[in-house]
């Protein structure tokens, strides 16, 4: 296993490109199963979810061929198997994604149950029930879900309890192909489902309401194969953001698209950062005294859980106070215990984490546990005096896209070693 040795206290300058988005990436392949043909997915990022979900869809049958950078042919003609098994699901939940569209064009699916995982629960209880309404027969037997339904699935009425953004992005997917119209209400308005709209509009589908949360899908009978470009990932181009402010230094984010962060920005700006947006950049300059803010996770547009740890390991180096509240998951403060072991002064409480700025971090070695909180050790260990190595980094690698080579490109001293 490998580990990531950071030397801090270098800031950082230049210029870092921001790859495809992870969270649009897995629900666009998985969209690639819904009609034969050859579908193209532009700017796919290399990643270990990536390649975990072109592992599932080639375990149904999919040809998928890399063609260059980032570019991706992938066809399902004659489907092999039906199961997404509980040794692909169990490395990544968005495995999930392949039920929608399996059980639309076949009719039927067995797909693992994801267990628990490190920041909460994480049921996906809103998309069985959903198509269950849309006329789907489920059975959960042997830690499966097995589902069928006879002819093509039925328009539905849909409301879900909280915007759940695979959920809303599954029961997109199965609408595409279903009979009838089907209404999504409280829907995620997340930019990674617009873009799964943009391609299913492009394969045929007839989808009202994009960016809002009602959806109204007219099911067509089938769909064509698309060339769709994976939007930039808003929660890379947070983190570099958020890394700049807490080693300083000036950065130039490109390819990214600032209006995907508006809560981010706001509040990165009202923690002193100086942020210049362009359409597809930000310039933005690190500089102290940071001020501490308040931040409260929501469903977009409201700012993203997925950079809570991130901006919780910035409020360690204010000389103020700062309340965290984690609203979407239940356990995602597992960051917090080793932001501990580098001087930070965080209490948890329920949902809430104070946290009392002690104007610097110190290296030590800590351990990632889960993606995010890996990228708020990241942040850390940029700012901190002396030396922080983080082990179990294969987390780090499902979702960022050469974090070392771009962060050292940008002048931080970070090696990966073999532990
Ligand atoms: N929920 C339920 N039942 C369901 C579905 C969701 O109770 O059937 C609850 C969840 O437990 C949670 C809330 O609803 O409390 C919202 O969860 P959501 O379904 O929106 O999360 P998700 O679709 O599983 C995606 C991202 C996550 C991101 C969340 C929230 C993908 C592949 N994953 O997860 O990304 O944190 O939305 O924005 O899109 C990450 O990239 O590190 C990551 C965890």
Redesign the pocket.
């Known amino acids: 296993m490998d580990k990531l040795v950071i030397e801090g206290g270098k800031p950082l300058y230049g210029e870092v490109s921001i790859s495809g988005a992870?969270?649009a990436a897995?629900p666009l392949l998985a969209a690639t199963m819904l009609c034969p043909g050859q579908h193209i997915l532009r700017n796919v990022p290399d990643l270990r979810d990536t390649r975990t979900i072109i592992k599932l869809l080639e375990s149904f049958g999919s040809e998928c061929r890399r063609i260059a950078r980032g570019v991706w042919q992938i066809e399902l003609t004659d489907i092999t198997n039906f199961e997404a098994a509980y040794d692909l699901v169990k490395t990544m939940?968005?495995s999930v994604l392949v039920l929608g569209p399996l059980l639309a064009r076949f009719g039927v699916a067995r797909v693992s149950l994801p267990g628990g995982c490190a920041?909460?629960?994480?049921?996906?209880?809103?998309?069985l029930q959903a198509l269950q309404k849309m006329g789907a027969e489920l059975i959960l037997r042997e830690g499966y879900v097995e589902a069928k339904c006879h002819g093509r699935l039925s328009g539905a009425d849909i409301c879900f309890?909280?915007?759940?953004?695979?959920?809303t992005e599954n029961i997109l997917m199965a609408a595409a192909l279903a009979r009838g119209v089907t209404v999504i209400k409280n829907a995620?308005r997340?930019p990674?489902i617009g873009n799964l709209i943009d391609m299913l509009r492009a394969m045929g589908a007839d989808i009202k309401g994009r960016g809002t949360d009602i959806l109204s899908v007219n099911g067509v009978a089938e769909l064509q194969p698309a060339d769709t470009k994976i939007i930039p990932d808003r929660?890379e181009t947070g983190t570099y953001l958020i890394a700049v402010g807490a080693a300083g230094g000036e950065i130039i984010i490109k390819d990214c698209n600032p209006a995907h962060l508006p809560a981010l920005l706001e509040k990165m700006r009202a923690a002193g950062l100086v942020i210049e947006e362009g359409k597809n950049t930000l310039k933005v300059c690190g500089s102290r005294p940071l001020n501490s803010i308040d931040i409260k996770t929501m469903?977009y547009p409201g700012f993203?859980?997925?950079l809570q740890a991130q901006v919780m390991a910035l409020m360690t180096l204010t000389d103020g106070l700062s309340v965290i509240n984690e609203t979407?998951?239940?356990n995602r403060f597992m960051h917090v215990a080793e932001l501990r072991r580098m001087g930070a002064n965080i209490k948890v409480d329920g949902r809430s984490a104070i946290v009392k700025g002690c104007g610097g971090l110190t290296g030590a070695r800590v351990m990632a546990t889960?993606?995010?909180a890996s990228a708020s050790l990241v942040v850390a260990g940029l700012a901190a005096r002396g030396v922080t190595e983080i082990s179990r980094i294969y987390h780090l690698e499902r979702?960022y896209d050469n974090l070392a080579g771009k962060l050292t490109a940008l002048g931080a001293v970070i090696r990966q070693v073999k532990e």
């Open positions: 992870k969270n897995l939940r968005a920041i909460g629960a994480r049921p996906i209880d809103f998309h309890d909280i915007p759940s953004v695979t959920g995620a997340e990674e929660i469903p993203p859980t997925d979407i998951f239940e889960d993606l995010r979702g």
